[in-house]
């Protein structure tokens, strides 16, 4: 499966970081959402992974990052 | 499994504690063929139910990890607490409680030094190309947090203003989430050690290399979160309190680190810089929100052949973070307690990090125990921690919730509560109207005391005591031995 959009943020392009092999065949990949820094992999369940399956409370508004806080502020 | 004592304190590694888990049935290979998820979090939940005699669970067969083992559960349960202190299965809560207040104060360090071209942990190194990924069979713990992430890890750091000074070597366990093939944010907050030096950092504008540890001596994981004073070393304690020798070598970037783990991550802050981090399932069984925290690269890994990656289940209770802290929890505030008050008796902490502490007293008069409870919420956990605080009677074992419960229900008067309003909290806590900050409640369930005018009831007095908890042993072993 190859995602076009980050599950959480419904940003485009992820990156993907690594493809977990075994007897030579791609098992499943890693992704990551540039945008908003969610990481996932494409053989979890689709609850956890597909933009429309999965819980809205958990999203993450990709317009509007300056609402999350920034920890350790001097 | 003779001379439990001599065997605990001869471990030295991850490894050396699994054996002895083994030998006594506290270990089992997983060898099925697992996904990462849901299948490694599946089994971790379920392993946790039982909160006694869970046992360490080592996988070895996950899909797309080939020739990879990840353990779960090592400090998972009571029992495995037990092994590690040198005592036998079936050891009761309460009889651990006392062996670790027993050992506070009253042991001296043994540390050693191996050259790093000896150190188990240096076996493997790699410099370049590095991808956390190809190195750790991470999975999601909990459905909904932001990444994988790294939930075991001890975090050894040096001071960025005084990185000669030994003492002020920091050892921390804080999340870390990957971010990318060799990136990592790091969670904590001011008050932590970490966040104390990441701060002096970028005030100061100076480099801050750390070494994560993975996969360590199992009481360095125990000790490394006990809320110690800033400038004494967690190997020191660790080692005072095992009563037991701790290797220690150098990482690659000049940091103390234990010779014998699994794996070592050496890394340096990017000063001034965060990254989305979150949420994450944490103890209090609630995900914390999404923030923007502090980034390390990493710039080198060392780890054994054939490395064992050990990672932890935690979220809503009871987990392996429950067994891993509770006593640790318990016992300083009890050590600091006892300072000022040598009428308490005991303290029962184990309940998420604290937010519920019990705590048995010898009631000196009418309403010394809230006295006490007062004393509890100034000592360095209680200060953000201890939320609900039950003061019950020596006569009661904390313990023992069926007690507490009975103390509760015969000893308490509505109005024998005190609340505190907008106290500091601990930022997670899912039930304050405002992170950070929150309300404090006392339940005073202690008997009657002159002048009050109601006085002590006439109690029954079954019988209790060693004999009563050799023969609760025995009737359980007994039970045990007739389903055999």
Not at chain 2, 31 to 56: F, H, K, L
Not at chain 2, 92 to 115: H, N
Not at chain 2, 309 to 314: G, L, R, T
Request: glycine residues 8%; aromatic residues 8%.
């Amino acid at each position: 499966m190859t995602a076009t959009v980050c599950p959480r943020c419904k940003s485009g392009d992820p990156i993907t970081d690594y493809e977990g092999k075994q007897d030579g065949a791609t098992v499943w990949t890693i992704l990551r959402c540039p945008t908003c820094n969610f990481s996932w992999r494409d053989s979890e369940p689709a609850s956890a992974i597909h933009p429309v399956s999965r819980s809205t409370d958990f999203a993450v508004d990709a317009g509007n990052l300056r609402r999350y806080p920034k920890i350790l502020q001097q | 499994m003779n001379d439990l004592p001599n065997r605990a304190r001869s471990i030295s590694s991850l490894r050396d504690f699994l054996g002895l888990l083994e030998d006594a049935g506290q270990a089992i290979t997983w060898n099925e063929r697992v996904m990462p998820e849901p299948d490694v979090r599946n089994i971790a939940v379920a392993a946790s139910r039982d909160a006694n005699g869970a046992p360490a669970i080592l996988f070895d067969n996950i899909a797309g990890y080939p020739g990879k083992r990840l353990a779960v559960g090592v400090h998972g349960s009571w029992d495995n607490i037990a092994l590690l202190l040198g005592r036998p299965k079936g050891t009761t809560i309460r009889e651990l409680f006392f062996e670790i207040a027993g050992r506070w104060g009253d042991a001296e360090a043994q540390i050693s030094f191996v050259p790093e071209a000896q150190a188990p942990v240096h076996e493997c190194r790699l410099e370049q190309d590095i991808n956390l990924y190809d190195i750790l069979p991470v999975y999601r713990i909990n459905e909904y947090d932001g990444g994988f992430y790294i939930g075991k890890a001890s975090v050894a750091s040096r001071d960025p203003l005084d990185p000669d000074d030994f003492g002020k070597q920091n050892v921390g366990i804080y999340r870390l989430q990957i971010q990318g093939p060799d990136s990592f944010t790091l969670m904590t907050i001011p008050s932590h050690d970490m966040g104390r030096q990441i701060m002096a950092a970028e005030r100061a504008g100076v480099p801050l290399k750390i070494a994560v540890m993975l996969g360590n001596h199992p009481g360095l994981a125990v000790f490394a979160a006990t809320p110690i004073g800033y400038e004494e070393s967690e190997y020191a304690y660790a080692s005072a309190m095992m009563g037991a020798p701790i290797r220690l070598t150098k990482s690659g970037n000049g940091i103390d680190i234990l010779a014998d783990s699994e794996i070592i991550i050496e890394a340096e802050l990017q000063l001034g810089e965060r990254e989305l981090e979150g949420p994450f399932g944490e103890f209090p069984g609630s995900y914390s929100g999404v923030r923007k925290a502090p980034i390390f690269k990493v710039t080198a890994v060392s780890h054994r052949r054939d490395p064992i990656f050990e990672n932890i289940y935690i979220g809503r209770g009871w987990t392996e973070h429950d067994t891993l802290i509770g006593l640790h929890t318990s016992a300083p505030i009890y050590a600091q307690l006892r300072q000022s008050f040598p009428e308490v008796t005991a303290v029962n902490a184990l309940y998420q990090h604290g937010l519920t502490g019990i705590i048995s007293v010898k009631n000196r008069m009418a309403g010394f125990a809230k006295t006490v409870a007062l004393r509890a919420l100034s000592t360095p956990h209680g200060v953000m921690y201890l939320k609900n605080l039950i003061m019950v009677d020596a006569d009661v074992d904390p313990f023992d919730l069926n007690q507490v419960m009975w103390a509760l229900s015969t000893r308490t008067r509505a109005d024998d509560i005190i609340v505190l309003p907008n106290m500091p909290a601990v930022p997670i806590d899912p039930s304050a109207v405002v992170p950070g900050k929150g309300h404090r409640l006392i339940i005073d369930a202690t008997s009657y005391l002159p002048p009050d005018p109601v006085g002590e009831a006439h109690l029954v007095t079954p019988p209790t005591g060693a004999e009563i908890d050799e023969l609760s042993k025995r009737i359980r072993e007994m039970q045990l031995g007739a389903m055999s």
